[in-house]
C-alpha cells in the first residue's frame, strides 16, 4: 500500500476547525485564467460518469511518448499508463500531460504498488498534473470514470457521473473539471469500496451533504 506523510511544514499551510478538518485555498487556471477555489475541507492524516468507450475513440491511435522509461501508449487504450490529449487542448492549460511530469513510475507503474491496486480501481492512471501546491491530478480508469486525486494527502475522490456526463470528449470533461474546482460534485473513494458500486449512495446523500472540492 502507498502512504502518504504530512510534514511539519506543510500542516503550517492549513487552519483547522473543531472538527480537525483543515481549510486551505489553491487555485487553478485555465487559458491562463487563474479561479480562486472554495474552502475545502480535508482530512489530515499522518499517513495515509461512466460514459460509453466510444469517447476514446480518437486516442486509438496515439503517438508514443517516453517518460522514466514507460510510454503512454500501447495498442490498447486499457493498457495506457496515462492518457494523452489533444495538442491544442494541452496547450492552453497551466496543469501538465507531460509524461515526464505524471510520476508514471512512482505511482501508475503496473509492475509495483500502484494507486490502481490501492484503491482497487482498473486502469487508473492520469490525464493531467498541477505543478504546484498540493500537486493535484486528474485521474481516469479503464470505465472512462473520472477522479481528483491530491498526491500530498493520499486522497481520492471520483467525479459524479451527473457532473459530466452531457459532455463527450475527454478534453471537454477535463475543462469542465478545471473550471468547477472549488464546488465540484465528487464522493471519496475507499481502498476496498468504490461508490459508483454502493447501492446506498443516494439514500445516504439525501441525509448528509454532498462531497465538493
Avoid at 15 to 42: A, V, W
Avoid at 118 to 134: M, S, T
Avoid at 163 to 175: A, D, N, Q, S
Wanted: hydrophobic share 35%; charged share 30%.
Amino acid at each position: 500500500m502507498i502512504t502518504f506523510d504530512i510534514h511539519a511544514e506543510e500542516l503550517d499551510q492549513h487552519k483547522f476547525n473543531d472538527e480537525g478538518y483543515s481549510t486551505m485555498i489553491g487555485h487553478t487556471c485555465l487559458d491562463s485564467t487563474e479561479t480562486d477555489l472554495q474552502t475545502r475541507p480535508l482530512r489530515i492524516s499522518p499517513s495515509s460518469s461512466t460514459s460509453s468507450s466510444a469517447v476514446e475513440d480518437d486516442h486509438a491511435v496515439l503517438v508514443a511518448k517516453k517518460a522514466d522509461g514507460l510510454s503512454c501508449s500501447t495498442q490498447n487504450d486499457n493498457d495506457l499508463l496515462c492518457v494523452p490529449l489533444e495538442d491544442d487542448f494541452v496547450d492552453s492549460l497551466c496543469w501538465s500531460n507531460d509524461p515526464g511530469h505524471l510520476a508514471l513510475e512512482t505511482y501508475f507503474d503496473p509492475k509495483k504498488p500502484s494507486l490502481a491496486g490501492d484503491f482497487q480501481v482498473d486502469g487508473l492512471r492520469p490525464v493531467i498534473r498541477e505543478d504546484h501546491d498540493r500537486h493535484r491530478f486528474i485521474l481516469m480508469d479503464n470505465k472512462n470514470r473520472f477522479y481528483v486525486w491530491t498526491e500530498w494527502d493520499g486522497r481520492l475522490f471520483w467525479v459524479r457521473h451527473a457532473e459530466i456526463e452531457h459532455l463527450t470528449t475527454v478534453e471537454e470533461k477535463v475543462e469542465f473539471i478545471l473550471g468547477t474546482l472549488g464546488y465540484l460534485e465528487v464522493e471519496p473513494v475507499y481502498h476496498t469500496k468504490h461508490p459508483a458500486d454502493d447501492p446506498e449512495l443516494e439514500t445516504i446523500r439525501k441525509a448528509f451533504p454532498k462531497y465538493r472540492i
